[in-house]
């Protein structure tokens, strides 16, 4: 599609919306009602929509992608009515959405996932089929091979893919829900390349993202949802960043950064010994690394996807068994490949994908917290109800987990509870070693800084805390960080706060960040 003409001032002609949502009122299972929430996209735009998890996002984006029927109110896309919620086909040539979690079917190849669906029954004319795609893709500057399998692509490339598939059907209004979540630096940036085209060719855009820096760098409005009502719409520029989270989550980011700026300094004998480790791992191999971690310590690890930092951990948690060298607790080895000794011996773990790793998704929350101490909260193998209550309460309780009762199935939560479940679940058994990858990815400002402060004062308590992470906000509860760069560790930093520049750097291997 070609851009629009330009007007005599330079600027482009006002568009009608792309999307408009007036009235909208909701409530479907346990998602966040929607309360007469007005909204408009428009042709061109890249409309940011940010809200703590629990908000309304997911209900509103439910509402415009045809899944949730309005209560009461309006929706209109490109200036006629939505049509309805049986009408998938002509949902599909209006909206679009490339959700957190990838769509891509991956024994498909690029070329049958971007025409999926299409075909209408008819023979398929395979030669076309692959001239159409490539065509698609290089037409919006997208270099894949259109007979590569889907499971062998990047995170980034499987994101193009459901790009392309949305603008193969013709949808002009497109909504990106947390596309950098697990996205490198660079990836991010030419994601960003391809959002400002598709906005010079009329693409309408709704952009969901928890990273406030993106917001500034790459939306031109925002609105903001809390509680399921429209706070604020505003241009970007008009609305900084303080501005932006007091909208978002009013005073309780205040007391939760109160409780990080409150930690006190790292001390206690040598509590973790990594010496000359090896592991060969699909997420990057870690090759003689030494090093320890103190009690009261939090050791940051920082490195690039495939560095081997995540290979690390896991090895430490018992989920990987090294090639060689020895992981050490307390001065006492630990039997490294089994996740059960690591438990006994008072290591907890926190997965970068609680979807895969960290929960049971149809189990309540009182039971997912409370999985590694059933020996201690069962007689005779038969498990106490009241005993399980008392041990999950307090971190419930301190972690703020919000959802309707103990026994609400996980999957129903929003990310912020999720993830809270997952870290609840790590630090039930008071552990003596924290290991944690990620731990706020995909959360809203506030859950994060909340998540943060307990993990921080996890570690005031005495235990040690290893932590993975390529987010600087997650690095700044750390004492000490370790840069990794293809499986070894290259740079110490031991002054916060850490320079983001000078990690990246040490990351990519420039001479200057030594």
Not at 105 to 123: A, K
Not at 144 to 150: E, G, K, N, S
Not at 345 to 356: F, K, N, S
Request: overall charge neutral.
């Amino acid at each position: 599609m070609s851009s629009s003409p330009e007007t005599e001032s330079g600027r482009l002609p006002r568009q009608p919306p792309a999307a408009h949502a007036e009235g909208v009122w909701k409530s479907f299972g346990q998602t966040q009602a929607l309360q007469d929430v007005s909204l408009s996209v428009r042709g061109g735009e890249c409309h940011a929509l940010v809200g703590r998890n629990g908000a309304g996002k997911s209900t509103l984006v439910g509402v415009l992608t045809g899944l949730l029927k309005p209560d009461r109110g309006t929706v209109e896309l490109h200036g006629e009515p939505a049509p309805s919620l049986g009408d998938r086909a002509a949902w599909q040539e209006r909206v679009a959405c490339v959700y957190q979690r990838s769509m891509v079917v991956p024994w498909l190849s690029v070329g049958e996932n971007i025409f999926l669906n299409r075909t209408d029954g008819s023979l398929v004319h395979w030669r076309s089929l692959r001239r159409r795609a490539r065509q698609l893709l290089l037409g919006w500057g997208f270099d894949l091979d259109v007979d590569q399998p889907a499971g062998e692509l990047s995170v980034e490339q499987k994101q193009i893919v459901e790009i392309a598939r949305a603008l193969s059907i013709g949808a002009r209004f497109l909504i990106l829900d947390e596309p950098t979540a697990s996205l490198e630096s660079s990836a991010i940036e030419r994601l960003f390349e391809r959002v400002r085209r598709m906005k010079e060719n009329g693409v309408a855009i709704l952009y969901i993202s928890h990273h406030l820096e993106e917001i500034y760098e790459i939306c031109d409005t925002v609105t903001v949802l809390r509680d399921g009502k429209r706070i604020v719409t505003a241009p970007v520029a008009d609305l900084d960043h303080d501005r932006l989270v007091a909208a978002m989550v009013g005073g309780e980011l205040a007391r939760a950064q109160d409780a990080v700026a409150q930690r006190g300094d790292a001390s206690g004998a040598s509590r973790l010994e990594i010496s000359h480790l090896v592991v060969r791992s699909p997420l990057g191999d870690a090759n003689d690394i030494s090093f320890d971690v103190r009690a009261g310590e939090c050791l940051g690890l920082f490195g690039l996807r495939g560095s081997g930092a995540v290979a690390l951990a896991d090895a430490v948690a018992g989920l990987l068994k090294p090639v060689s060298g020895s992981i050490a607790l307390d001065g006492r080895r630990l039997s490294t490949g089994k996740v059960d000794r690591a438990l006994a011996r008072g290591v907890a773990y926190v997965p970068e994908d609680r979807h895969a790793r960290g929960f049971i998704p149809t189990l309540g929350v009182r039971e997912n917290l409370t999985m590694p101490i059933l020996e201690r909260l069962s007689r005779f193998g038969i498990l106490r109800a009241s005993r399980a209550r008392h041990a999950a309460a307090p971190i419930a309780q301190r972690l703020q987990i919000v959802s309707s009762g103990w026994e609400q199935p996980v999957e129903e939560l929003s990310g912020g509870n999720q993830q809270k479940v997952v870290v609840g679940r790590a630090l039930v058994s008071h552990p003596e070693l924290l290991v944690v990858i990620s731990p706020t990815v995909g959360v809203d400002v506030a859950s994060k800084e909340a998540l943060l402060a307990v993990i921080d004062e996890t570690r005031r308590g005495g235990a040690a805390v290893l932590l993975v992470s390529d987010d600087l906000d997650e690095l700044r509860i750390c004492t000490r960080v370790l840069v990794i760069r293809r499986g070894a560790v290259v740079s110490e930093f031991t002054t916060p706060p850490w320079d983001r520049q000078l990690l990246i750097a040490a990351a990519e291997g420039f001479e200057s960040a030594a």
